[in-house]
């Protein structure tokens, strides 16, 4: 019995040092998994989004401020973060109106931001709504004033009851400033991202702006305010009229302190309202903004959203300047942007037609079919599919689309308003090659199989004959020798099992050229006017430069040197490509756009807009193999750009064969694309899902033709 009685005993201890040891496995999970070396936490992403819209109390013009269309801002935010940066819904705090006090804003800033954030964590604070220009009391400003946001219980528009009632530059840095001791690491710097978005200003003179629509702040009005402010010294150096940044910050402090701001215009301009695809008001920075997020990549960095999203609102508002200040080369939130989804936003919808964003720019061609699915959802779920549409008509940037006859009966024009598009099936229809195959056998067959399963849709042998095709092939010695009509090589492929898809590279490198030689803008609304032309250097032969199409004659052994004139009103980055006789395309300008391991691309050169001609000086250029009509075309864009992507040159293995690379992969590119590169790329792959048309006034070409002969 005592035997018995001391077994229990003994259970009942064992039993209770089990359940404490799990206890305290569980409370030392943390710091086990941690000295395990355990990958930490995601970082947490904190939003707070503030935007006042109904200002006006009904008093008189002098003493209201007017009202806005911030709720659109506050929509456009919140939906952003939440579907491509991955932000809980909970955590996305959203003021407006009558919770957007002075005091509730530094409440809801206190409580959402500070106190809820770590080191590493990513936190936004957004600001849509009026700004002022205010007395400083203190006179720590040289121009003796101190900018302000204007909360939804301001005073009136007085500068003097702005004292009272915004909430003043020195507010939000002292916010800042405790935000980022909470994030800050051991070294004393910010650990994760504090970014600021501020859609408001802090000049202008009228309620309205050009476009009808509400202006965001207002500049000292004397009428209103009183005589302005003076300066209270006279700065130790000289100080730019039109200083850049916010103005909330002082200059330097937000890469000091590690912030990212972007602020809707100069502190001598004012912040406008624009409208939406579907004709609604919205900020104008706003509306930008997350429309350049929308494409954010987990590489994208500040810099780039940010030279993405001026450059779209200047193409409507050429008199708001976005300012950036802060560390630009920093991820956008900590890298956080999800994968995007490919797919195009229908434009307009009217019965069965739809117009789409994308045209013979983007190798948009009749009969391409695209899928159809809801708006503002996920292309990827089958669920949201709703109806299917084919390309009827096509222009430079946007083309027209039927209606299939089964979704033309279930689908009216409001399920089509902004739904998303999906291109499955693409139509290269008369920019097909005409393949004509010499002779018959299995090489033959193989190939016509390729075609058969879709791999080769860049094809086509209807209307091939031996006086009227693209590409001739035939079997010589073991391998499949690619013509050009004409008799130019193309490309010589060992036959074997890898021999159609090959063929394939061959076929698309010759239709990029094709694509490349064609390509042109004659667009009026072009900001960009360029003009080139070849010069003479020195005449190996002696004959005369000029044939009978009144095009130059070039001799083996003939050099010439390469001319530009930009008639623009602005600066232009160009790009020249040589499109030789025999299919390749080589770089021109800059020489080291090569596609090769050892070389780093060049940036595009630089051609000021004073309608000078220009020789590229240090290069010149010498008539070489192969004979034929050669191209060069120029590419300008409105910033740099790199086309190294485009380049066709040939390879010879150790076999004999001569190929052509495959594309050059972006992904393992450092830098994203320039959109005109993206958009050109995506173009000639047969493929243009996931991106805007690029504006008209983007850019442009030129070309010049000329004969190399023997």
């Known amino acids: 019995m005592k035997s018995l009685d001391k077994a229990k005993h003994l259970y009942r201890i064992c039993w209770a040092l089990s359940v404490l040891s799990l206890v305290l496995l569980s409370r030392s999970e943390p710091l086990l998994a941690q000295n ?8 947490h992403k904190l939003a707070l989004l503030v935007g006042i819209s109904n200002y006006s109390r009904g008093r008189d013009a002098n003493r209201d401020w007017w009202n806005l269309h911030s709720e659109a801002d506050m929509a456009a935010m919140k939906q952003v973060l939440v579907q491509r940066f991955g932000f809980a819904d909970k955590d996305v705090v959203v003021l407006t109106d009558a919770k957007a006090t002075r005091q509730g804003i530094i409440a809801a800033f206190q409580k959402q931001l500070i106190a809820r954030a770590h080191p590493g964590d990513v936190v936004l604070f957004h600001y849509s709504g009026h700004g002022q220009q205010v007395p400083d009391p203190g006179k720590r400003k040289l121009n003796g004033m101190r900018q302000g946001l204007v909360p939804f219980d301001y005073i009136s528009q007085k500068a003097s009851d702005g004292v009272k009632s915004n909430l003043q530059d020195d507010n939000v840095r002292d916010l800042l400033s405790q935000l980022k001791a909470k994030m800050a690491g051991p070294d ?4 994760g991202n504090i970014t600021v978005f501020l859609d408001s200003c802090f000049s202008g003179t009228a309620p309205l702006g050009e476009n009808g629509l509400p202006q965001r702040g207002r500049g000292w009005n004397e009428k209103i305010d009183g005589p302005r402010p003076q300066m209270v010294a006279a700065p130790a150096t000289p100080q730019s009229e039109t200083p850049a940044g916010s103005g909330m910050l002082e200059p330097g402090e937000a890469m000091t302190n590690g912030y990212v701001v972007i602020s809707a215009a100069r502190s001598d301009q004012t912040a406008q309202e624009a409208r939406d695809e579907k004709g609604r008001p919205i900020g ?30 200047q193409e409507t508002l050429p008199d708001q300047t976005p300012q950036m200040e802060g560390e630009a080369d920093k991820l956008l939130f900590a890298g956080a942007a999800l994968p995007v989804q490919s797919f195009l936003v229908v434009q307009k919808a009217n019965k069965n ?3 789409l964003p994308v045209g013979f720019l983007q190798g948009t061609s009749v009969g391409s079919r695209y899928a159809i699915y809801k708006p503002n959802s996920d292309v990827g779920d089958a669920n949201n599919l709703i109806g299917e549409a084919d390309i009827t008509s096509v222009e430079d940037i946007h083309s027209q689309a039927q209606l299939t006859s089964e979704s033309a009966d279930k689908l009216k024009a409001e399920d089509l308003q902004s739904a998303r598009v999906v291109e499955t099936a693409h139509n290269f229809g008369e920019n097909r090659l005409r393949v004509l195959f010499e002779g018959n056998g299995p090489w ?3 190939i016509k199989a390729s075609q058969a399963r879709g791999e080769l849709d860049v094809m086509t042998t209807e209307g091939a004959t031996a006086t009227n095709y693209d590409v001739l092939i035939r079997l010589s010695n073991g391998k499949l020798a690619m013509l050009r009509r004409g008799g130019q090589p193309l490309a010589l492929i060992i036959n074997d099992e890898h021999a159609p898809a090959k063929v394939r590279d061959a076929l698309m490198g010759e239709w990029r050229w094709r694509y490349l030689a064609r390509l042109g803008t004659s667009n009026a609304a072009s900001l960009l ?7 003479r250097v020195n005449n190996a032969v002696g004959e005369a430069p000029v044939d009978t199409d009144g095009g130059m004659v070039f001799h083996y052994g003939d050099t010439y040197a390469l001319q530009l004139r930009n008639l623009s009103p602005v600066n232009a980055y160009v790009t020249v490509l040589d499109l030789s006789p025999d299919g390749t395309i080589n770089p021109v300008l800059p020489p080291g756009n090569i596609v090769d391991d050892a070389l780093k691309p060049t940036p595009p050169e630089y051609i000021p807009a004073d309608g000078a001609w220009h020789q590229i000086q240090g290069f010149s250029w010498g008539a070489a193999p192969p004979a034929g009509r050669e191209i060069w075309k ?14 066709l040159q040939k390879t010879e293995t150790e076999g004999g064969e001569v190929l052509y690379p495959a594309l050059l992969d972006l992904t393992k590119r450092g830098a994203p694309p320039n959109p005109l590169e993206k958009l050109l790329l995506r173009s000639q792959t047969g493929t243009h899902r996931g991106f805007t048309a690029v504006p008209p006034s983007y850019w442009t070409t030129a070309q010049v033709s000329f004969e190399v002969k023997p």
């Open 634 to 647: 120029v590419i300008a864009t409105r910033e740099p750009a790199d086309f190294s992507s485009f380049l």
């Open 188 to 191: 004393g710097k910010v650990q």
């Open 36 to 43: 395990a070396g355990a990958r930490p936490a995601p970082p």
């Open 444 to 446: 033959v067959d193989a």
């Open 284 to 313: 104008a920075l706003t509306y930008y903004l997350t429309r350049a997020l929308q494409q954010a990549t987990p590489q994208t960095t500040y810099r780039t959203l940010f030279e993405k999203m001026t450059l779209q609102l």
């Open 529 to 535: 006017q360029l003009e080139m032309k070849l010069v």
């Open 353 to 355: 037609t739809l117009t």
